[in-house]
């Protein structure tokens, strides 16, 4: 009798739900609140499945994913909603959170570096500098110890797509209508030129990648996106582009030019995707190696976005008086720090690997990487070096 009764009592329940014109509110594996600090992510993976999906965030449809990472900025309390949309199961679920202010401040600037993998180039093995029997992990020690927090110590990524990764104590919240972050480098522009049509004279722009950490595991393993600066969809700049250092060879000729201030002509040989090849020379002023000495490898191969040269030679040839023009915006190390605004960073830049745009509500990762293949004479390789970043949006 009990039996029966239970199994009326369940179709009663499953009639009761079929006829009735509002949604079910039930639970879907999410709490009813949260309490979370200002620029920190919630994850929310409900358990139930249906057609679609609509996430709202006090009143307004912010995703229509099945999972969805909560971030704001100002603290608060926040009305959510979420609703999978299905002709058969049809739910629906109100929660709120709370969003306050972190107990530990968060830093504006750099706290961790992920990775430094350098290419090869005249500064290599001294910015930040090597130690017989370092390893990678040193390396990366070394390079966060030279550009976390307040710290202003060069560190150069060598030619053509040497990078680093780095992160803050927070996520970086993109800011519609602003810039979000700064990059500090050593760029300058010549004397008398600030007026110019063409700004510049020292400028080694680095192409600039973001990520946000969507798996919430604190890696930068997630999707990486480019922020998009003024020569993107220059014709002249090459998408996916790939090139390959080669160790010193150590039989190779030992050839000077005719100043002497290039020491070794065919020091690093490279071969890249478009079918070039060329060579790193070692000059007068850095006698190191300039091969990363704490990576057991005969080659190094990057790829990424290339941009068109920069340099001109203003000594008729003779390579001894080079300008590099800076590029309008969206790159590291291509104007002077003083200039704020242009070394500053707009998250909404963010495009993917086909060139269009990424909505993404904050990144935690960084990546800076030299962006132009380019050999100056006795000035060397364009290398982007940086010093510091720092999220615009605390003070």
């Known amino acids: ?73 100002d603290e608060g309390t926040y009305q959510l909603s979420f609703e999978i949309i299905d002709p058969e199961n ?22 961790k570096v992920y990775e430094y993998c350098p290419a090869p180039g005249q500064f290599i093995n001294t910015m930040p500098e090597y130690a017989d029997g370092d390893t990678y992990a040193d390396m990366v020690r070394k390079a966060e110890e030279s550009i976390s927090g307040t710290n202003d110590v060069l560190v150069s990524l060598g030619g053509f797509g040497g990078y680093i990764t780095f992160g803050f104590d927070h996520t970086v919240m993109n800011t519609p209508g602003e810039k979000d972050f700064r990059i500090w480098g050593n760029s300058f522009y010549e004397l ?50 790939v090139i390959t250092y080669h160790q010193p060879d150590p039989n190779r000729e030992i050839v000077k030019d005719r100043t002497g201030a290039l020491t070794d002509l ?24 300039y091969f990363p000495k704490w990576l057991d490898s005969s080659t190094l191969t990057f790829s990424g976005t290339c941009l068109p040269p920069n340099a001109t030679d203003r000594s008729n ?35 993917d690997a086909a060139g ?28 982007t070096e940086i010093t510091r970043a720092a999220d615009l949006h605390i003070q």
């Open 1 to 73: 009798m009990k039996t029966r009764n239970y199994i009326l009592l369940t179709l009663l329940a499953v009639t009761a739900a079929s006829c009735s014109e509002e949604i079910p509110v039930v639970n879907l594996g999410i709490d009813d609140s949260y309490i979370i600090e200002r620029m920190t992510k919630l994850p929310l993976q409900p358990a139930l499945t249906g057609q679609s999906y609509c996430w709202r965030v006090d009143g307004e449809q912010v995703s229509t994913d099945r999972n969805y990472i909560f971030m704001a900025a």
């Open 90 to 111: 049809p739910m629906q679920f109100d929660f709120t959170v709370r969003v306050v202010h972190e107990e530990v401040e968060f830093s504006p600037y750099i706290s």
């Open 192 to 241: 008398g030129n600030t007026d110019s049509d063409t700004k510049g004279g020292s400028a080694e722009p680095g192409i600039v990648m973001v990520s946000l950490d969507t798996n919430c595991n604190g890696l930068p393993d997630d999707p990486w996106y480019e922020l998009a600066g003024s020569e993107y969809h220059n014709p002249l700049t090459v998408h996916n582009y």
């Open 266 to 289: 065919y020091y690093i040989a490279w071969t890249d995707s478009e079918g070039q090849s060329g060579y790193m020379a070692k000059n007068k002023f850095h006698d190191q190696d």
């Open 317 to 351: 040839g003779r390579g001894t008086n080079f300008f590099l023009a800076a590029y309008p915006y969206g790159y590291a190390d291509n104007h002077p720090n003083d200039e704020a605004d242009l070394c500053s960073f707009d998250i909404a830049w963010a495009v």
């Open 356 to 383: 269009l745009p990424v909505a993404l509500p904050g990144i935690d990762f960084v990546r800076v990487y030299t962006g132009v293949n380019q050999y100056c004479g006795w000035i060397g390789e364009t290398s």
